[in-house]
């Protein structure tokens, strides 16, 4: 999460609601005319038909996706609410906004198999519940989310651990340890796990809990996803079809080359980038600490699969490529799209 510590970097470092208006200030501007106008060589989007094993991939924004595949669906981290950053900074209460929820859902197939949380953050857990309902999806999660998301008002969910494998329909969900970018020297309140019975309502609430990664093979294809963990745990040799990378803060932009080095991914997504503070109908802008030219100069350098990035609600279908054997037992092997 990007800047979920807000409000506890306040009680660091400002006083009130003074400081919480100059915190607001200071981050609003730095963000304004950052959108993608200057990357469209980068887009990916459909053009044609669409291949018959190929994986329709669907941004929802944040780290938010959808992936689709012969008539199933399975979604990870979706939020839409997009509370705004002043709220956050002063640790008001949240709850989902409806009216934006219910314009993102209208997006979505009407049946997921599974919605996948790679950790407890409410910018990506906070809508869980409300998409869990309308889309007759199960919850794959950490402990500490799942706890949260039933909370919060969602079904039981399945709680799951690095490790842990999933099928469920044509999906084959590999679980995998991650790790959560620090903000101002610390994780997001990183509490390893929830307190209390009652519903979460401030931000505070929305603890990290376990972050997770995981690895989707469907169709002869891999797509591995997380929100800026690392991907140490792979054997090295092994390639990915995609690589959806949370990029949003220094920690996981440090580890982008060894990343890319372990997954030798055909396409990279850098995720997590857009500035999640403003309504998706506002159109993307990359976040106020995401450096979207550092990413694009390292996967550049890496050579490690082609970048690309997606707009919102615009499907790309990631095309067959080849399984997800391993391609080489040499590490440097460059793939190409």
């Known amino acids: 999460?990007?800047?979920?510590?807000?409000?506890?970097?306040?009680?660091?470092?400002?006083?009130?609601?003074?400081?919480?208006?100059?915190?607001?200030?200071?981050?609003?501007?730095?963000?304004?005319?950052?959108?993608?106008?200057?990357?469209?060589?980068?887009?990916?989007?459909?053009?044609?038909?669409?291949?018959?094993?190929?994986?329709?991939?669907?941004?929802?924004?944040?780290?938010?996706?959808?992936?689709?595949?012969?008539?199933?669906?399975?979604?990870?981290?979706?939020?839409?609410?997009?509370?705004?950053?002043?709220?956050?900074?002063?640790?008001?209460?949240?709850?989902?906004?409806?009216?934006?929820?219910?314009?993102?859902?209208?997006?979505?197939?009407?049946?997921?198999?599974?919605?996948?949380?790679?950790?407890?953050?409410?910018?990506?857990?906070?809508?869980?519940?409300?998409?869990?309902?309308?889309?007759?999806?199960?919850?794959?999660?950490?402990?500490?989310?799942?706890?949260?998301?039933?909370?919060?008002?969602?079904?039981?969910?399945?709680?799951?651990?690095?490790?842990?494998?999933?099928?469920?329909?044509?999906?084959?969900?590999?679980?995998?340890?991650?790790?959560?970018?620090?903000?101002f020297g610390r994780v997001p309140f990183d509490q390893p796990e929830t307190h209390g019975s009652g519903r979460p309502q401030r931000p505070s609430d929305w603890i990290c809990g376990e972050p997770l990664a995981f690895l989707i093979e469907v169709g002869g294809q891999r797509i591995y996803i997380d929100s800026g963990g690392t991907p140490a745990q792979l054997p090295p040799n092994e390639r990915v079809d995609l690589a959806i990378l949370g990029m949003a803060l220094p920690d996981s932009r440090a580890r982008l080359p060894a990343a890319l080095e372990r997954l030798h991914p055909r396409y990279v997504l850098p995720s997590h980038q857009d500035n999640f503070f403003r309504p998706l109908d506002a159109g993307f802008q990359f976040g106020p600490l995401t450096d979207f030219s550092r990413v694009r100069r390292d996967c550049e350098q890496a050579n490690h699969g082609r970048l690309i990035l997606l707009d919102y609600f615009r499907p790309w279908t990631l095309p067959p490529g080849g399984g997800s054997k391993s391609q080489s037992s040499n590490p440097k092997q460059r793939i190409k799209s």
């Open 1 to 183: 999460m990007q800047l979920a510590a807000i409000r506890r970097f306040g009680r660091i470092g400002c006083k009130g609601l003074k400081g919480a208006l100059l915190l607001f200030v200071g981050f609003s501007t730095q963000i304004l005319g950052a959108g993608l106008n200057s990357y469209t060589d980068l887009i990916a989007k459909d053009a044609g038909a669409m291949p018959r094993n190929g994986v329709r991939v669907t941004y929802l924004g944040t780290n938010g996706y959808q992936f689709e595949f012969q008539g199933h669906a399975l979604l990870v981290d979706p939020y839409f609410s997009r509370v705004d950053l002043f709220s956050i900074a002063l640790g008001s209460r949240l709850q989902p906004n409806m009216s934006r929820v219910v314009g993102g859902i209208r997006y979505l197939a009407p049946r997921a198999d599974a919605i996948l949380v790679t950790h407890g953050h409410f910018d990506h857990l906070l809508d869980v519940p409300i998409v869990m309902s309308r889309t007759h999806a199960r919850l794959i999660a950490s402990a500490s989310a799942v706890d949260l998301a039933k909370r919060a008002g969602a079904s039981p969910g399945d709680a799951v651990t690095a490790g842990d494998v999933r099928r469920i329909g044509p999906w084959k969900i590999r679980v995998l340890p991650a790790t959560h970018d620090r903000l």
